[in-house]
């Protein structure tokens, strides 16, 4: 099963179908990038590429490219 | 065989760079292919996302787990994974490697069935601390006894949390649960002494929170020769956190983060908010 995949900018791609919005990526991002709106994960473009989310999403949900 | 293409072009999907003639196939053809794997080819990809409460510590676990053995570079057929009853039990059924989930309380001694059995296997067993200390603590104390090599990763969430949140071994005194609304009024389980207390030992104590600490720990575990038993500090947010007033998931985590500190050599002994390993 291919989960839902979105590009939410910069170098973020975020899976919607493995996201439980816990809010550990919110919480964790040192540039205080990450952002919950409404049901949905949004960027504000200030992402560093220091991958802390990806290392702490405890449902492989978000993903940077290096 | 048959699939390499399908294989090189995703990694991830059914066929992994797993059989050992795939190997030797893309070794001839591309001497690289070894440094293409990484953790995301030891997890079932087609059972996520997981069945655990969101923000719960046992997914950094299960990622952490697969990074350690693919960073050791084990093939897939030398891995088993053992689990036993409760949420950190399911963790078996999303790793892509032989696994087994089977009674409750009784993951040691399945372990030590399927290393005995073959002893070319690396058996890594993940279960949470109500099944290893609760209601499998005889077997912890004599497979430690008798140094039997495998991994043991101890999720210790201090709550029995699938049955939803009764006072567990691993308690601490005064914390208000279920079964103890007036605080807990109990001691918890020492593992620490517990396996220290054999003359030949490894322990360890790592947290969600200290990822480097937790990989290094797993590594050093599987790769030991001998028992090894790998404490977890995690949490529970849907039926332990929210009776103690915690909001989210991130709160518990912070929470950790404040009171664990890492002792990068500790002399024989872990202090109760200590993080490291102990071994001889």
Redesign the interface.
């Known amino acids: 099963?291919e989960?839902e995949k979105k590009k939410i900018g910069g170098p973020l791609t975020w899976i919607k179908?493995?996201?439980?919005?816990?809010?550990?990526c919110?919480?964790?991002c040192p540039a205080k990038d990450l952002m919950i709106k409404g049901n949905e994960i949004v960027s504000l473009g200030k992402c560093t590429k220091c991958q802390l989310c990806e290392?702490?999403?405890?449902?492989?949900?978000i993903e940077v490219e290096k | 065989m048959a699939n390499w293409k399908v294989t090189l072009l995703r990694p991830d999907e059914e066929h992994g760079f797993s059989s050992f003639q795939d190997g030797v196939f893309l070794l001839f053809f591309f001497p690289g292919w070894w440094f293409l794997m990484s953790y995301k080819d030891y997890i079932k990809w087609e059972r996520m996302p997981s069945t655990w409460c969101p923000g719960c510590g046992i997914g950094i676990v299960l990622k952490y787990a697969a990074m350690a053995i693919d960073e050791l570079k084990i093939p897939k057929e030398d891995v088993v994974v053992v689990s036993g009853i409760g949420c950190s039990g399911r963790s078996a059924g999303y790793f892509d490697v032989e696994s087994l989930h089977g009674l409750h309380g009784r993951a040691l001694a399945m372990a030590e069935g399927v290393k005995r059995g073959n002893r070319k296997l690396k058996v890594v067993v993940i279960s949470g601390d109500g099944d290893l200390l609760g209601i499998g603590g005889n077997h912890l104390l004599h497979t430690s006894r008798r140094n039997v090599e495998m991994c043991v990763i101890c999720i210790n969430n201090e709550i029995y949390g699938m049955t939803g949140g009764q006072m567990s071994p691993t308690t601490k005194k005064g914390t208000v649960t279920l079964t103890s609304p007036e605080g807990s009024p109990y001691n918890p389980v020492n593992a620490q002494g517990l396996i220290t207390s054999n003359k030949d030992h490894f322990y360890a104590r790592s947290s969600v929170f200290h990822l480097n600490h937790l990989k290094k720990s797993i590594q050093e575990g599987i790769s030991r020769g001998g028992f090894s038993f790998i404490e977890v500090i995690s949490y529970c947010i849907e039926n332990n956190g929210r009776r103690l007033g915690f909001k989210d998931a991130p709160e518990m985590l912070d929470l950790i983060r404040k009171n664990y500190k890492v002792n990068p050599s500790p002399a024989g002994k872990l202090g109760d908010l200590e993080l490291g390993i102990v071994k001889t």
């Open positions: 099963m989960a179908g493995y996201c439980k919005l816990c809010s550990i919110v919480y964790i290392k702490f999403c405890p449902d492989f949900a």
